[in-house]
């Protein structure tokens, strides 16, 4: 079945259908990473958003078991690539992309030039867009919904017999957030975005998520509330800019953000750069009261990462808990972690 990529400017591009057959409207954005679409798809950053792969091939190695999964269900909109593979070779593939992606209901089209998609993304910035495939619908813009909330879970919940309480602020957290925690032998208590912190609370993670920052206004409050104790806290993606807005500091929209395995973040005052991966379409403006950046991007310039000069408050930009991507920078929980002692 045919279909058709639209972007709210005008522009189309014809494609195959190879997902759910059925139209769909968010922003369009685009990845450039080589390998982990399983892991990109089922993050939920990706909320409200129409994927576009630029590595030309996908589906080659199939879907992985749920275990492997960043959450309970796939979150991109839709899904835009170059060439499908729908026969896949891989010893722990379960399906092929197409009939994972027809079974959770996402939409997907084999779009022969998606080079041609990411650079007029990254001319003009992220865009508004649709899948018409049969009947058309209406344009939308995911970041006028609280996609927090949507994502979030809605009961609290408890996992591992660690000596030291962590709470997990579930703003759209990725699966191996809670696997890197629970892995350094920490109690862990997951909770809702908009929900209080139990009083048994020794330190705090934001965790990433979709959507504007300005939308999370509990998690802000909350986030406040632990400054306010001196809770240590770390801040993941989306938590980077709640920590940020939470100590008086900015967010804005990035042109057309950061979605790929290979952004170097460099280490303030060092000329040592990690290679991270990365998932956000927004940034931290200006720095809060207090605090320093502890990373910065070294390709644009933009900020990856805040710590406080003096209290246990720090926050990074990319997912050091990686996949998919490199795992350079796992020792950031550990750094966290030493704060607790």
């Known amino acids: 079945m045919r279909g058709q990529l639209v972007f709210k400017d005008g522009t189309k591009f014809a494609g195959v259908s190879f997902g759910k057959p059925r139209s769909v409207a968010g922003e369009l954005v685009f990845t450039t990473g080589m390998v982990g679409y399983p892991e990109s798809l089922t993050d939920p950053s990706y909320a409200g958003q129409i ?29 835009i690539v170059s060439q499908y593979i729908d ?5 722990s593939s379960t399906m092929s992309l197409g009939k994972w992606l027809e079974s959770q209901g996402v939409p997907a089209l084999e779009v022969k030039d998606t080079r041609d998609l990411a650079q007029k993304l990254r001319d003009s910035g992220a865009a508004l867009g649709k899948i018409v495939i049969g009947k058309s619908i209406p344009f939308t813009d995911p970041n006028q919904r609280n996609l927090v909330d949507e994502v979030s879970i809605k009961k609290s919940f408890t996992e591992g017999k660690g000596k030291k309480t962590i709470v997990l602020i579930d703003c759209g957290a990725k699966e191996n957030i809670r696997r890197s925690l629970l892995a350094r032998g920490v109690k862990l208590v997951t909770i809702p975005w ?18 504007d920052p300005q939308t999370a ?7 406040r509330e632990a400054m306010q104790k001196k809770i240590p806290i770390l801040g993941i993606c989306l938590g980077n800019q709640i920590l ?3 100590a008086g500091g900015s967010t804005y929209k990035l042109k057309f953000g950061h979605r790929s395995q290979n952004q170097p973040a460099r280490l303030v005052g060092t000329q040592k750069s990690y290679l991270t991966t990365q ?15 502890w990373f910065v991007n070294a390709n644009d310039g933009t900020n990856e990462g805040l710590i406080h000069t003096k209290l246990p408050f720090m926050s990074v930009q990319f997912h050091p808990e990686a996949s998919p991507g ?9 750094h966290f972690l ?4």
């Open 51 to 79: 994927l576009i792969f630029t590595y030309p091939l996908l589906g080659n190695y199939g879907v992985p078991p749920r275990a492997e999964w960043e959450s309970k269900k796939i979150h991109a909109a839709g899904v």
């Open 87 to 91: 026969t896949p070779s891989h010893h």
């Open 194 to 211: 908009d929900h209080p912190l139990p009083p048994d609370t020794d330190g705090v993670v934001i965790s990433n998520g979709p959507g």
């Open 217 to 223: 206004q509990a998690t802000i409050a909350t986030v």
């Open 244 to 246: 940020a807005l939470a």
């Open 279 to 293: 998932n956000h379409g927004f940034a931290v403006g200006d720095i809060p009261p207090g605090f320093r950046e």
């Open 326 to 334: 490199p795992l350079d920078t796992g020792w950031i929980f550990d």
């Open 338 to 341: 030493k704060y607790l002692k």
